[in-house]
């Protein structure tokens, strides 16, 4: 073991057999989207337990992680919720502050939704489509122009006369993340001209398909996807972009719109028939194992068929839950805090 390392456990060995760092609640960052369901295990645990009930931050994936990262001890957190897979670059910095074993736990699928007020004009969209109204820049006659489009009309007359507005989530979240990766890439390559820049050249096609347009078509609404919804209720000609999870807990007031003619439902994403769909994640530190009093059980409970089951408490949240193979191989593997083994691409 390094030096480091072993300092690091040490001292935060000693401040727990002190009696302070076993008392502090179990601490946990990251993902607005795997929130509710940390804070719902959390406040299970704290009713049904005799240790503290979690303290749980919405604070986005990237920023989470970064947290996480920053090294082992009482003054970092415990747990990383992700709602995307840990970079090979985040990977490095944890190893690079002596955050050496890292338990990589799959929780479910989820679904990113764009909706809007139940009382406005009904979407539906193709992934082509998403990436003509998004993309800072778009083909028009062979070649890459500042986007044109205003109106969603303007795209296809088939699509609502209102004008190009979505409030989503800004770079720090795995949700900018993961749309990026599976609605605006998807829907470049539709067209054969970015396809080429693909084959060709993968980074700029990259670079380009992830490029969200900087015009005010595109509103960065910070990492509180609940905050995007009481948008969305204000301003019915505006479309927003979050988890499915805030979908299912305000579909009083709101709708998914249909992505190639599937609406975001909890079987359409299960079966990967809705295609914005995605892993979600929470990163566990072992070295605090056994010196943060309670998180062996917090994990033991996260996993539990009553919580993340197909009948568990978390899917009234929106959680879509992993096929009970897989569910099991994960539990036994979290309970067991197995680490990482390989550096994630």
């Not at 009309?153 to 609502?160: C, Q």
């Not at 209720?233 to 927003?240: M, S």
């Not at 994960?330 to 805090?337: G, I």
Request: hydrophobic share 45%.
């Amino acid at each position: 073991m390094k030096s480091g390392i072993r300092t690091a456990i040490l001292a935060f060995a000693a401040v727990a057999t002190a009696g302070v760092a076993a008392a502090r609640e179990i601490r946990i960052v990251g993902s607005s989207t795997v929130f509710p369901f940390s804070t719902t295990v959390a406040e299970q645990f704290g009713a049904n337990t005799n240790f503290p009930t979690p303290i749980v931050e919405a604070n986005g994936s990237g920023s989470g992680i970064k947290l996480f990262c920053e090294g082992v001890g009482q003054n970092f957190p415990d747990i990383a919720n992700s709602s995307r897979r840990i970079k090979g670059s985040e990977y490095d910095l944890c190893r690079a502050n002596n955050v050496t074993e890292i338990v990589e736990v799959v929780i479910g699928y989820d679904g990113i939704v764009l909706a809007n007020a139940k009382r406005a004009e009904a979407f539906d969209l193709t992934l082509r489509e998403i990436f003509l109204a998004l993309a800072r820049e778009v083909p028009v006659n062979g070649r890459l122009v500042p986007n044109p489009y205003k109106r969603w009309s303007d795209i296809s007359a088939e699509l609502p006369d209102l004008p190009i507005q979505v409030f989503g989530p800004p770079p720090s979240s795995g949700t900018r993340d993961a749309f990026l990766e599976l609605a605006m890439a998807p829907g470049a390559r539709q067209f054969p001209m970015l396809k080429a820049i693909e084959e060709d050249d993968a980074g700029l096609f990259t670079e380009i398909a992830h490029a969200i347009r900087e015009d005010g078509a595109w509103i960065d609404a910070g990492e509180n996807d609940g905050a995007i919804v009481q948008r969305l209720t204000k301003n019915p000609e505006a479309l927003g972009v979050f988890g499915f999870s805030f979908l299912i807990q305000n579909e009083d007031r709101i709708r998914g719109a249909l992505i190639d003619g599937d609406a975001p439902t909890f079987e359409a994403i299960a079966s990967g028939k809705y295609e914005i769909s995605r892993s979600l994640y929470f990163y566990l530190k072992k070295a605090h194992l056994g010196v943060v009093a309670g998180l062996k059980e917090f994990i033991q409970a996260f996993t539990d068929e009553r919580a993340w089951g197909d009948e568990g408490y978390l899917i009234d949240k929106g959680l879509i839950p992993l096929p009970i193979e897989r569910r099991q191989a994960m539990a036994t593997s979290a309970r067991a805090f197995e680490a990482m083994t390989e550096r994630p691409k």
